[in-house]
Structure formats: C-alpha cells, structure tokens
T-cell receptor, first 113, second 116 residues
Framework: QKEVEQDPGPLSVPEGAIVSLNCTYS??????FMWYRQYSRKGPELLMY????GNKEDGRFTAQVDKSSKYISLFIRDSQPSDSATYLC?????????????FGKGTHLIIQP | SAVISQKPSRDICQRGTSLTIQCQVD?????MFWYRQQPGQSLTLIAT?????????ESGFVIDKFPISRPNLTFSTLTVSNMSPEDSSIYLC?????????????FGSGTRLTVV
C-alpha cells in the first residue's frame, strides 16, 4: 500500500464549478499537510498548508484535514480556466524542515471555459 | 520564501554519460532536497543535502548513481551518473521553510532529462 493515494484524473469540470480534490494516507505520524499546484513545465507552487486536523481557507481555496480518517481535501470555489493544472498533496511528520515531503501522484484538473 | 534557480531546464543525453544539475538559492538555507518526478508517478525524494555533511539518501537511491555536492548554504548540485533511459525524468531541488518564516517548501522549476 502506497503511503499517499491520490486519483490522477484527469478531472474535468465547467468554469464556475466547485472542485474537490482528495488524498488518503496511511502514516499516522504525518502532521503537516500541503497542497501544491504545478503548471506544465514548472515547479510545484505551494497553495495551502495545514497543521494537524481542521480547516483553512484562503480566498477561493479551502483545505481540510481529517486525521482520524487519514483524509485530506482541497476545495476550489468559482473555478477558473487558469486553475487548470496538476494539484499535488504533500505531507510531513516534521515541522522543522529537516525532512523532505511525501507526495501523492497529483490530480490533473481541467477547467472548461 | 526563497527563490531557486535551477539549470539546465532540460537536456537530452546519451546513455552512459553523466549530467550535473545545479540549484542556486537567493538566501542561505540549511536543508536542500532533491526529488525525481517520473511520468505518472509521485515526486520521490532522492536525498537530503545538509551543508557540511554527507547527503542522506532515501531507500532505492545510492551515492554512486546520484552524487550530491553542497559546498555552501546557497548552492547544491545533483549528478545523474552512467545514465540509462530509465533515468529519463524531471529532477527538482527544494529548500525547507526558513525558521520563523512562512511554512512551505519551495521548489525549483525542474530539469527535464531525456536519455536516449
């Protein structure tokens, strides 16, 4: 069983729709959860960061973490064509930056105009 | 957050040769990380590079294949040695969050390597 499971898609939705992206994980030691956006031929760009369980909102983006279920989500409201990208979930059990991140495979999202 | 310059952005190499990828950061950072992103796969951590000490490699990656240098707090290189077509991938460097700064690992734009 892989440490982090993420549906690679592609996920295609019409402009303006609410998008839901999800990851499940198996390592209960993970405490720091991130979502990255990666455009084609670019490096990953940090979108959201959450520590432990709970919700975090930033503009059109909401990140949710449910540690009891080992399940994290990213919601995108009022989706735009410019949101079309690959979204990667990432996790760490260390907050000090001494360890690297464990990633999901990424979900390829397409927002149709 | 730190700004990372990574080069080359892409290269096509002959099998059996080696390629060195450079990563320059605009600020001093303690920890740097090297990842591989194979088509359809997760970003996979290759090794962690701490200035002044030997790099720490993840399971499945060895120093002879992926030697890393970390001569100072703003620079690192990853060499892909004796390349085969299976090494065709995107290679990315990353830096850890700065103590006291906003949390989040920053990534370079990646090196797209094709081995023929």
């Amino acid at each position: 069983q892989k440490e982090v499971e993420q549906d690679p898609g592609p996920l295609s939705v019409p402009e303006g729709a609410i998008v839901s992206l999800n990851c499940t994980y198996s390592n209960s030691a993970f405490q720091y959860f991130m979502w990255y956006r990666q455009y084609s031929r670019k490096g990953p760009e940090l979108l959201m960061y959450t520590y432990s369980s709970g919700n975090k909102e930033d503009g059109r983006f909401t990140a949710q973490v449910d540690k009891s279920s080992k399940y994290i989500s990213l919601f995108i409201r009022d989706s735009q064509p410019s949101d079309s990208a690959t979204y990667l979930c990432a996790m760490s059990d260390s907050g000090g930056g001494a360890d690297g991140l464990t990633f999901g495979k990424g979900t390829h999202l397409i927002i149709q105009p | 957050s730190a700004v990372i310059s990574q080069k080359p952005s892409r290269d096509i190499c002959q099998r059996g040769t080696s390629l060195t990828i450079q990563c320059q950061v605009d600020s001093q950072v303690t920890m740097m990380f090297w990842y591989r992103q194979q088509p359809g796969q997760s970003l996979t951590l290759i090794a962690t590079a701490n200035q002044g000490s030997e790099a720490t490699y993840e399971s499945g990656f060895v120093i002879d294949k992926f030697p890393i240098s970390r001569p100072n707090l703003t620079f690192s290189t990853l060499t892909v040695s004796n390349m085969s077509p299976e090494d065709s991938s995107i290679y990315l460097c990353s830096v850890a969050p700065t103590p006291g700064g906003p949390y989040g690992y920053t990534f370079g734009s990646g090196t797209r390597l094709t081995v023929v």
